[in-house]
């Protein structure tokens, strides 16, 4: 597609379940990001991706957030035993890996989650 | 750590007003500075970039100022329409890094 694509685009659970978030990056973009963005706020940075490599994790809140690419395509970002301060947009991002001063992501629509 | 602090929304201006949206940062070494907007219904679009003091970046009539001494990117437009109402996020990515620091956003709502 000509843009990073996500799905679901709203999903709505019960706190308690586990849900699973899906990105489809620009295609032939080496870099995902994942990011949250609570509501009234900017974005925070959640993890990092290279091909297939997690290389930053550094931004999840807890061992219930888990992301994996595992064909260096599509990432899924899977939040287990969901609690309602996990309502956020979930963001998407990919880049190619050029120079890093001309480095620019592209971020997909989101995922709303609400967790009830 | 990195963090970027900008003026609070909303920013209700009338059709052809001059637009300035503060942004300030903090981080070490020379990062490199974005402004992202945001449209309704939307998601974030990159409006503008630069990567060095005092390189300025520009697009559909916005302007800003990498100034490292005053560590500003402030947001900037002659002259608004109303279909610039959105809501605009100044971030920074940090020397070596790969993600981007966000501020919180500011809303722009243009009047006819």
């Known amino acids: 597609g000509a843009g990073v694509s996500q799905s679901p685009r709203y999903k709505v659970a019960k706190r308690g379940q586990d849900v699973a978030l899906r990105c489809d990056p620009i295609s032939g973009h080496v870099s995902l990001f994942w990011y949250q963005q609570a509501l009234g706020q900017g974005p925070e940075f959640l993890t990092y991706f290279q091909n297939e490599a997690q290389l930053d994790k550094s931004g999840l809140p807890s061992d219930r957030f888990f992301a994996e690419r595992p064909e260096g395509s599509v990432s899924t970002l899977k939040i287990q035993r969901t609690q309602q301060e996990d309502s956020a947009v979930y963001l998407c991002a990919s880049s190619l890996v050029e120079r890093l001063a001309a480095d620019t992501q592209y971020f997909g629509p989101g995922t709303r989650l609400t967790v009830l | 750590g990195d963090s970027v602090t900008q003026m609070e929304g909303p920013v209700t201006l009338s059709e052809e007003a001059f637009l300035t949206i503060n942004c300030t940062y903090t981080?070490?070494?020379?990062?490199?500075l974005f402004w992202y907007v945001q449209y309704p219904g939307e998601g974030l679009q990159l409006l503008l970039k630069a990567t060095k003091a005092d390189d300025k970046g520009s697009n559909k009539g916005f302007e800003a100022t990498y100034r490292k001494e005053t560590t500003s990117f402030h947001l900037e437009k002659g002259s608004v329409q109303v279909s610039d109402s959105a809501v605009y996020f100044c971030?920074?990515?940090?020397?070596?890094?790969?993600?981007?620091?966000f501020g919180s956003g500011t809303r722009l709502q243009v009047q006819p």
């Open positions: 981080a070490t070494g020379y990062p490199s």
């Open positions: 971030a920074l990515r940090g020397t070596g890094r790969r993600a981007l620091t």
